[in-house]
């Protein structure tokens, strides 16, 4: 089996996000940090006189949020993010690149848009939060 000894850092990162109505994938401007969480639910399988509690692997899910600098112009993916909960769009395609769309792993899988927040400060830049869970499975694919 072979290991990974490289690390790599965030500045790279890449976020590709659509709805059904788009045939492609478009980057999300201005992006500022992202997170992918996956959970195994472990379902209980103890019997009486066990002694111990067991369980087996369940269920698998993911979610995730993003940061981004607010943008309102069409063609970068922020809109499209704004549209989906604003519209109520079912599911959408999304494309996460940690380090970049040419080094290490790309993470994809269909998700709903469950928020989306603007803040702003008097002294800072218009951001965005964006929230979102995974329908079906989460794929990683070696670049």
Avoid at 7 to 35: C, H, L, M, P, Q
Avoid at 80 to 91: I, M, P, S
Avoid at 123 to 129: I, P
């Amino acid at each position: 089996m072979a290991t990974n000894t490289t690390t790599y850092t965030g500045e790279s990162g890449v976020v590709k996000f659509t709805d059904n109505s788009s045939s492609s994938v478009i980057n999300v401007a201005s992006i500022r940090s992202f997170t992918v969480d996956q959970e195994l639910d472990a379902i209980e399988s103890t019997v009486m006189g066990s002694g111990a509690r067991t369980y087996i692997p369940g269920l698998r899910q993911f979610s995730g949020s993003m940061d981004i600098y607010f943008r309102d112009e069409s063609g970068q993916g922020n809109i499209n993010l704004f549209d989906a909960v604003n519209e109520g769009t079912t599911t959408s395609l999304i494309e996460l690149y940690p380090s970049g769309e040419t080094t290490g792993i790309k993470l994809s899988g269909t998700v709903i848009v469950t928020g989306h927040s603007i803040t702003a400060n008097f002294d800072g830049m218009v951001e965005a939060s964006v929230t979102f869970q995974g329908t079906g499975a989460l794929t990683k694919t070696a670049l």
